[in-house]
């Protein structure tokens, strides 16, 4: 039989999702729903004196106006970071404009947001504070950095006295902004109880820490919530966490005892689930005069709301510790607060922000070194992890500039600044690096095999987007010898064995792990009735028998599945298997590598970039998909192109408001901005990270594409923006 894994079949839920017929959170059809509708504030700093629901409960089919006057008191003891506690109307504190105050039910989405724009609301208003420069100088160490793995600062060697003995040297400030993760499926739950038991539709990444979420906030065992998610229309992070929506839904639905909806609007999204905080990052690179770096210091500050909301740091510095060959590093990270909601992870947290700044300063000190950016990353090129001092489980990035090199023509590049053109348009070259941590946590997965001869596979994971169903279908076929058309994979309910967010490109290797063993102990069970059927078993021994489209394959014949089950009395066979993070990897650093290549072509009256040619090349292991993998890919470039261009989140300095809480004004790239990305996935097998050798790769197509987009506008025009996105008034 062929091999299954790897192909690049099509989506098994592509139908389903081109005839509208997959069903996202918000389309589940729940009798007596009600519907609802929030309300936020309207100043960024300050409390709640009084608030006046008479109006709006007196309007046609309100069902309940909740404030923090009647709200539901919850369990506020956080069980982990990920639980996100506030604001859930438990106060009348005002931390951040546009945050919940109040959620309105009613019979009809028309009159529930129509009530609650009839909430009056009297503030005591305080100063806020909008932007992080006036406070930096109150910067704080994060207390979780990492959810408590790791130190916040690390070190080896002294940059700093390295740094100063250095022949070549560069100092700079890079900052990227505030972006929302602006998924095409907005937040949406439907949440219903019985009794005291909660079952919520609701649009995640997580459906296991949606339950834990909701049971600890209740008070309630997990077993006892459920929690149901078959698609999600993108994430990026923002529905990593159980955000307040759904906590605010559960808790409306049992005050009007009925099934309640909360859809958000594309406004709510941008107050209400997080956001990629804004950094500002001080870098003091330097290198001797044969390229070899010698000293970096990588000082990340990044925007929090204010602390009691909770605690997220962008993870700026993570590369800089390990990516390239220097004995002398420094990484810190600090937070700022300001009067804004709480950030969090968003489309490689931490090395997307991180990286643009380290290979910005990796290009400049190229410049200043007058070398080859390449030649110059060739040269600090690392064997090993420094920082963790740990060899690689597989790094293959010097094949990833060669072969990106090759593919791109980089060796027409003329190195002078303005150099080249195509008529009146400068042209512009750069590359980056890209690297992303290979993560890898426990789960579980059930097998049934039907006598029917076909099978079903459950895992409590989730399919962001990413081909979830299609690739551990693709690892359950090839792993009973079956064709892919006769497994059904299921996920996305709390009911099934346990699986981790869908977050941190961590599904693949954690979900085909578990779905590898649970089909392995299938298959072995199988055996194992064969063996003990005295008649069938009959002078067999294991080595001898193979399964094959449902069939044990045991010489001289072969004996159906439908035949063995039968005489056991039985329909299906059903085993589960539950997986570690991992055995044996303690020895290694495991992360995937690329090489980014962007061109692009500046007008210089104007300052409009167009990228105009863009190649990727990729270590990232064992690939299961490739057709869903280079999907992947390119979906992760065209948001670096977003990070590099376009996308920023405005906060009005006086008010603290979100000015652009649209997807008109919020710009992201279209088809037009995108040109032909070529992908180039390496060979690869990660035997360390996992048992199939895959990698994830959600993540680490976007990482370095906004450096190698900032390293070839300067390029192109002379001139070094530090400061993300890259918008044609910062090149007049
Ligand atoms: Mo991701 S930003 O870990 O969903």
Request: one cysteine or more; proline letters at 6%; aromatic letters at 6%.
């Amino acid at each position: 039989m062929q091999a299954i894994i790897g192909q690049p079949i099509d989506r098994s839920d592509a139908r389903l999702k081109v005839m509208g017929a997959a069903k996202y959170a918000a389309e589940f059809s729940v009798s007596g729903l009600a519907h609802a509708a929030l309300v936020q504030s309207t100043i960024a700093n300050g409390a709640i004196i009084a608030i006046d629901t008479g109006a709006a409960e007196r309007m046609p089919g309100v069902l309940a106006v909740i404030t923090p006057d009647n709200a539901d008191k919850l369990q506020l003891e956080r069980k982990s970071p990920q639980t996100v506690t506030k604001p859930t109307l438990q106060d009348r504190e005002v931390l951040f404009n546009g945050q919940h105050i109040g959620i309105v039910v009613a019979d009809t989405l028309e009159r529930a947001h129509a009530a609650a724009a009839a909430v009056k609301v009297t503030y005591q208003q305080g100063e806020a504070i909008t932007r992080m420069e006036p406070v930096i100088g109150q910067a704080y160490v994060p207390k979780h950095f990492r959810n408590g793995a790791r130190p916040p600062d690390s070190s080896r060697g002294d940059a700093d006295a390295a740094f100063a003995s250095a022949p070549v040297k560069l100092e700079a400030t890079y900052t990227t902004p505030v972006e929302h993760h602006n998924p095409m499926e907005p937040h949406a739950t439907i949440a219903r109880w019985d009794g005291d038991e909660l079952t919520v539709y609701t649009a995640t990444q997580g459906i296991t820490g949606a339950q834990e979420t909701l049971a600890t906030l209740f008070g309630i065992p997990p077993e006892k919530v459920h929690v149901i998610c078959p698609f999600v229309g993108g994430g990026f992070g923002c529905k990593g966490n159980a955000w307040p929506p759904v906590t605010l839904t559960a808790m409306a639905a049992r005050k009007v005892g009925r099934p309640v909806k909360l859809n958000l609007t594309r406004a709510d999204m941008y107050t209400s689930n997080g956001y990629r905080p804004r950094t500002i990052q001080k870098l003091r690179f330097a290198a001797d005069s044969d390229g070899k770096l010698i000293s970096m210091r990588h000082d990340g500050f990044s925007q929090m709301s204010m602390p009691v909301l909770g605690e997220f740091a962008e993870p700026v510095g993570l590369a800089t510790e390990m990516l390239y060959a220097c004995p002398n590093v420094a990484v810190t990270h600090r937070l700022v607060a300001i009067n804004a909601g709480v950030p969090t992870y968003m489309r490689a947290p931490g090395e997307a922000s991180g990286v643009f700044a380290l290979e910005s300063a990796m290009d400049e000190l190229a410049v200043a070194l007058r070398m080859d950016p390449i030649e110059f990353r060739l040269r600090n090129d690392s064997a090993i992890d420094m920082h963790e001092n740990k060899p690689f489980s597989s790094r293959n990035l010097r094949e990833c500039y060669l072969r990106g090199a090759e593919l791109f023509g980089w060796a027409r590049r003329t190195p002078e600044p303005r150099s080249m053109r195509d008529g009146r348009h400068l042209v512009g070259v750069g590359m980056a690096t890209a690297t992303y941590p290979a993560n890898r946590s426990p789960a579980g997965a059930l097998v049934r095999l039907n006598a029917d001869g076909t099978v079903v596979v459950r895992s409590g994971t989730q399919d962001i987007g990413t081909g979830t169903y299609t690739v551990m279908s693709q690892v359950a076929a090839e792993t009973l010898r079956m064709p892919v058309s006769r497994v059904r994979f299921e996920l996305g309910d709390s009911r099934f064995p346990k699986a981790p967010v869908s977050g941190g490109s961590q599904t693949v290797a954690s979900v085909s792990s578990a779905v590898l063993a649970a089909c392995l102990a299938a298959r072995q069970k199988v055996f194992d009735l064969v063996l003990a059927d005295p008649q069938l078993g009959a002078g067999l021994s294991a080595a001898e028998l193979r399964f094959e489209n449902g069939n044990v394959i045991a010489p001289p014949g072969r004996i159906g599945l439908a035949q063995l089950l039968a005489r056991q009395g039985v329909d299906h066979i059903e085993t589960s298997a539950r997986t570690d993070a991992g055995h044996g990897k303690e020895g290694h650093s495991l992360r995937s590598f690329g090489a980014q290549l962007a061109e692009v072509r500046v007008d210089p009256d104007l300052g409009t970039i167009r990228v105009s040619r863009y190649v990727g090349v990729f270590d990232a292991g064992r690939i299961l998909n490739a057709k869903t993998a280079r999907s992947q890919m390119i979906g992760g470039i065209t948001y670096g192109l977003g990070m590099a261009l376009f996308e920023a989140t405005q906060m009005d300095a006086d008010t603290g408001r979100i000015v652009n809480a649209n997807v008109a004004e919020y710009l992201m790239p279209v088809n037009a901005d995108v040109p032909e990305i070529e992908v180039v996935m390496l060979p690869g097998d990660d035997q360390i990270v996992d048992p199939l050798g895959a990698r994830g790769i959600g993540e680490l197509p976007m990482v370095g594409v906004a450096g190698a987009v900032a390293n070839a506008v300067y390029h192109a025009t002379g001139k070094r923006i530090r400061e993300l996105p890259i918008t044609p008034e910062k090149l007049l």
